[in-house]
């Protein structure tokens, strides 16, 4: 009986409050989904970092005849400095800590630019003798990248070593930019639902101030008057939380493997697994936070 008479006084709130409700319920939706869409953004970006780190290779460029450079200044690399990288890699000291190498020359470097900037007018202008010939060096550690610095950075011939780890750095500091924004937005938007929720609670109590003064006389106790309130609050958020968590398995679904996966086969993604880890949290997540909220705004109320 009791059970009838709190969800008949959730009734009662809810469609007293139907436009506060709506509100509370797209807040929600709004602030959780940047929530979700963040927490799928970390773990891309953990994703992609694990994908491409192993896969990141240490370019050994060797000198062009445009190079400049003191290493350079004999012009582009002969057979014989092209022999001493070769054999520094293979040496003792530097060979523990490769997995594997492969030299590129000038229409190697030149055939695969091609196919890189295909359609691209730059392809016009660039020949094969522009195109620095290249080892390309896979480590067993990629972070010890910085021995084959330091050890073939001062060889005559080389026109630099670089990590590509460093290109992956910018681009996934880009991406974290990016996570903590919406981070920062889907926080504002929480304080956003979390008041909103408390004056919705507060209107509805107001609402039916007289119906609480008779419970009260009657000897209705604290928590049989503010259960309604919390359940109203619980269930507006709720409906939000849902709708979020559809809205990040969209995503998931038909942008990231409808449409990136299939743009960029050889990166690996976030998958339907992925988003069915984080649509618990925001669904457990937005109940707690309404139910706090709801229940500081009633207890205050009911002070008063």
């Not at 293979?90 to 470097?109: C, G, M, N, R, V």
């Not at 309130?229 to 409906?239: D, M, Q, R, Y």
Request: proline residues 2%.
């Amino acid at each position: 009986m009791r059970f009838a008479l709190i969800l008949g006084e959730v009734g009662t709130g809810l469609r007293r409050n139907v436009s506060m409700v709506i509100s509370v319920v797209l807040v929600t939706f709004i602030s959780l989904t940047f929530v979700g869409a963040a927490i799928l953004l970390q773990m891309q970006i953990g994703q992609m970092k694990n994908f491409w780190y192993d896969k990141a290779q240490v370019a050994v460029y060797m000198c062009t005849a445009t190079s400049g450079g003191e290493n350079c200044a004999g012009g582009e690399a002969g057979q014989d400095q092209i022999a001493a990288v070769q054999a520094q890699l293979d040496s003792p000291t530097l060979a523990p800590f490769i997995d594997k190498y492969y030299f590129e020359d000038h229409e190697q470097a030149f055939e695969n630019f091609q196919k890189q900037f295909a359609g691209n007018p730059v392809t016009e202008y660039v020949t094969a003798d522009l195109l620095s010939q290249t080892f390309w060096v896979n480590l067993k550690d990629p972070s010890q990248s910085d021995v084959l610095v330091e050890s073939l950075s001062g060889l005559a011939g080389v026109d630099s070593v670089t990590d590509q780890r460093s290109y992956l750095e910018q681009i996934f500091s880009i991406l974290s930019a990016a996570s903590y924004t919406a981070i920062g937005i889907a926080g504002l938007m929480l304080v956003a639902a979390v008041l909103l929720i408390a004056t919705t609670i507060r209107l509805s109590a107001f609402s039916r101030r007289r119906e609480l003064g008779i419970m009260r006389l009657v000897g209705a106790s604290n928590r049989f008057i503010q259960t309604p309130f919390i359940l109203e609050g619980i269930i507006a958020s709720l409906i939000g939380s849902v709708l979020a968590g559809v809205a990040i398995w969209a995503i998931v679904r038909f942008f990231v493997q409808g449409y990136l996966s299939v743009q960029l086969p050889f990166t690996s993604f976030v998958s339907d697994t992925d988003a069915f880890l984080v649509i618990p949290i925001l669904i457990v997540g937005g109940a707690v936070l309404a139910a706090l909220s709801a229940k500081f705004a009633i207890t205050r109320y009911l002070r008063v």
